[in-house]
């Protein structure tokens, strides 16, 4: 209870709110129900209302009183996490205006268009005003969003917007409508009143795991919405509403004595008799089941999910469009119930172009989804769904051919194999549309519901089995025999990284050496050397190369030792050096002396701010405490107006795994002000070291985090009689020609330094090597100085997979443009 009292302490308008809910529905309930309707005249919002010039106080008073106790319970939750959220954020004057004034403005906006039938509709559904607690919680929520960090303002907007258009294409209620605009009012007046140097008005750029995030989200959103209109909530606008609604056959006999004279309510019968029974239900619910796989498949970055979510969004397109404009054209359609509504202009454009929005979305993202199923994978899944797709379909046509009697009328071949398309789809589609053949027996009633949710069923499991198992079975199995190989021998700082997705795994015939690599750019590049006891071996990396030349593939060795470059160069491979693996001694380390003096203050600053250090993993952390992370990345990335880098460059995806250690930076209050992520390296089964993979801090933090965090890495590491801990390698930083001969290393060294302009490869050498590491050189292999084209593009391309046209263009302009290195080198342009 003090912990109660001291945030209301702090939330002040959230208490004020919070009583003036629960006084006004207290005290107005007796009043309410003696006289209901004069009392939403009063002071609801509607048309009617506003026409009186002395009720203008509706616009302020309709969002104060709910329409039932659980409506009130439910508000009353919301409005503690909303107002509370948007006080936090953006003060209390702030979130006071926000409140009284976006559902002002969203409801005025809703009148105009309503009276002025822009949309196509009349006034309210039973003609009296309407009560709405949850507009200006909506409208609070979407103003704070602009005082938001990049991660949560981009969530809220995007997430919010999204269920909110949802709504009113599956409920599309007047209230739905209000909400819609005080969230638009809300977000114009954030951007007004925060102050200029927080004001975004540019996409800011997201990470690829929060990329995967949003559009996982987006599709849970989607699919949220036909279960609304399932659950029987009301409908307004509603165009897509119908399309998973179940309807009633009670009144078909009575409507249609007589089949052969037939009317419109008739029609309207005779179409819902097939919505009843077990069938109807699943062919609506299954559907979106689903698209909820393939959500989750988006969040594990799998491209088998993505394809699938975007045939899915083309299907609900094309139903929209077949639903709306083509079956409301043919003579014989029905005419429904809110037909007028049905056709408006805004609500059908909406309900087909929306599906059409998302899927175009996904397929401008194709790249944020790197795992790929195995051919053998891809190869049963679509033989799955051809063979479910065909044998319902054979045993529709054979089974009503066989119960041809069953149905009204006597059906032919030719009548079921028209009628057969009509069986995939959700039922009140159909409601439109007059069936032409209908069952009247109990198996052709079980027959003609069940071929559509059979189909339904096979493609929920096939998908579920195709996104869970990722690359297949096979490529489970090549990870675990790697895993089991790096446990063994697994020397090098880019070993580990070779169980990052998108990779795939060549061994050799005895199994003690495996390669990982990427095929990039008809390339295959590698993560470092073989790995495995035989990692040293040079046939294994020649064994390698035949494979890659049978497949029309360019070898490339990245980040190999000496050792291995020794023996590739003496074969006659082409190699250059590529940056420095900065390795450190933990039981030779220490902090003395003056060259440690920054990192020392670092320590000291630490311990007075009451800064500690959590050494911990991903799957140990709260829920909390990894949206902290997420964010801090999230801040990272949008700081810079440039794709995030992958390769030998970790993210918040590869923090998930298990064997990768955190250390954390927090502060007295519980926030999380920097994180480091360690790679392990293994020896005949026993952890030898650590590699320094994410190392990310936020804008706000105290200088020198990053270093406590190393500093106190080192220790553990000494602890734990490590042998060795590495900082990585900088990215092509480093790089020097040995002769004016070296082409190879001439242009790796120029792409280094114009693109430290960028990513500040020389920047984070430097910050290395304020440590006094051990360089140990990596070298780049490949078998011909012909394919060093090749080799430039596909590492271009391994470091930089999403690399959007103008993004392409700020790259292009910084290897022109950036400024010239400080050091007296020579500039030199080499020619490819």
């Known amino acids: 209870m003090r912990r109660v009292r001291q945030e209301f302490a702090r939330h002040p308008v959230t208490l004020v709110l919070l009583l003036t809910f629960a006084g006004l529905a207290l005290a107005t309930s007796p009043l309410r129900m003696l006289a209901e309707d004069e009392f939403r005249v009063l002071l609801g919002m509607g048309i009617a209302p506003l026409r009186e010039a002395d009720n203008l106080w509706s616009l302020l008073t309709f969002g104060l009183f709910a329409d039932s106790p659980a409506e009130l319970a439910l508000a009353l939750l919301m409005l503690v996490a909303c107002v509370g959220i948007g006080e936090r954020l953006m003060g209390r004057w702030r979130t006071a205006v926000a409140f009284v004034a976006t559902p002002a403005l969203g ?30 919680l909506v409208g609070v929520v979407l103003t704070a969003s602009a005082y938001a960090n990049p991660l949560w303002r981009r969530r809220i907007r995007i997430l919010g917007f999204t269920a909110l258009l949802v709504m009113i294409l599956y409920s599309g209620t007047t209230l739905d409508l209000v909400r819609l605009l005080s969230a638009l009012a809300g977000l114009v007046l954030g951007t007004v009143i925060v102050p200029a140097r927080r004001r975004v008005l540019r996409w800011v750029r997201s990470s690829q795991h929060e990329a995967r995030t949003l559009l996982s989200a987006l599709l849970i959103v989607i699919a949220a919405g036909p279960l609304v209109a399932v659950a029987g909530l009301p409908w307004g606008l509603q165009p897509l509403g119908p399309l998973f609604r179940s309807g009633a056959a009670s009144g078909a006999d009575a409507s249609c004595p007589d089949r052969l004279a037939v009317t419109a309510s008739c029609l309207t019968e005779l179409s819902r008799t097939r919505f009843d029974g077990l069938g109807p239900v699943l062919l609506s619910i299954l559907p979106l089941l689903v698209l909820g796989v393939a959500a989750y498949g988006l969040l594990r970055g799998r491209r088998i999910a993505a394809w699938l979510a975007i045939v899915l969004n083309l299907l609900f397109s094309a139903v929209s469009a077949l639903y709306f404009l083509l079956l409301p054209a043919f003579p014989d359609a029905a005419e429904l119930p809110r037909a007028e509504a049905a056709a408006a202009t805004l609500p059908v454009a909406l309900a087909i172009v929306h599906p059409l929005v998302i899927a175009g979305i996904l397929v401008a993202s194709l790249t944020h989804f790197p795992v790929k199923p195995s051919r053998r994978s891809a190869r049963r899944y679509g033989i799955t769904v051809a063979a479910a797709a065909v044998g319902s379909g054979v045993l529709y046509l054979a089974g009503g051919w066989l119960l041809r009697d069953q149905f009204e009328p006597p059906v032919t071949l030719l009548d079921l194999a028209l009628d057969l398309p009509e069986r995939y789809l959700p039922t009140s589609f159909l409601s439109l549309r007059v069936p032409d053949v209908l069952p009247s027996g109990a198996a052709a009633e079980m027959l003609y519901a069940g071929v559509g949710p059979l189909f339904w069923a096979v493609l929920l499991a096939a998908s579920a089995v195709a996104v869970l198992k990722g690359g297949g079975r096979a490529k489970a199995s090549d990870l675990d025999r790697v895993r089991a190989l790096l446990h063994q021998e697994g020397i090098g700082s880019l070993s580990h990284m070779a169980t990052w997705q998108n990779h795939e795994y060549w061994f050799t015939s005895d199994g003690r050496a495996a ?11 590698t993560t470092g050397g073989p790995i495995g006891p035989d990692c040293h071996n040079a046939e294994a990396v020649l064994g390698f190369a035949r494979f890659c ?9 990245y980040g190999i030792p000496e050792e291995l470059r020794s023996r590739l160069d003496r074969s006659g491979w082409s190699t250059a050096g590529i940056g420095g693996d900065a390795v450190l001694d933990p039981a030779r380390f220490s902090l003395r002396g003056k060259r440690f003096q920054d990192v020392r203050t670092s320590l000291n600053r630490a311990a007075k701010l009451g800064v500690t250090t959590e050494w911990t993993s991903w799957e140990r952390l709260s829920l909390a405490a990894r949206t902290q992370i997420e964010v801090i990345s999230e801040e990272w990335v949008a700081a810079r107006n440039l794709p995030e880098m992958g390769f030998t460059l970790g993210g918040v995806d590869e923090l998930r795994d298990p064997e990768v250690g955190l250390l954390l930076a927090v502060s007295p209050t519980g926030r999380i002000e920097a994180v480091t992520s360690w790679l392990p390296t293994y020896r005949s089964g026993a952890l030898v070291g650590w590699t320094l993979d994410v190392m990310r801090r936020r804008g706000d933090s105290m200088n020198g985090v990053v270093e406590v965090l190393i500093a106190r890495t080192m220790q553990l590491a000494a602890e734990r009689e490590l042998e060795f801990v590495s900082l990585s390698a900088a990215p092509l930083a480093g790089v020097e020609a040995a002769s004016d001969a070296d082409l190879t290393a001439q242009v790796l060294g120029f792409l280094g330094r114009r693109l430290d302009a960028l990513y500040g490869f020389r920047s984070l050498l430097a910050f290395k090597s304020k440590f006094r590491p051990e360089f140990r050189p990596l070298y780049l292999a490949y078998p011909d100085a012909a394919l060093l084209p090749a080799v430039g593009i596909a590492i271009a391309r391994a470091y930089l997979p999403r690399v959007s046209v103008r993004q392409a263009v700020v790259l292009i302009r910084s290897l022109l443009f950036a400024p010239q290195p400080t050091t007296p080198s020579r500039e030199k342009v080499p020619a490819l």
């Open 549 to 557: 030349d049978l497949q029309g593939w360019a070898p490339i060795f």
């Open 107 to 136: 409801a005025l906006a809703t009148i105009g268009l309503e009276a002025g039938g822009v949309l196509g509709l009349g006034e309210w559904d039973d003609g009296l005003p309407i009560f709405d607690p949850f507009a200006p």
């Open 515 to 525: 390669v990982a690599y990427r095929r990039v750019a008809g390339a295959a590049i």
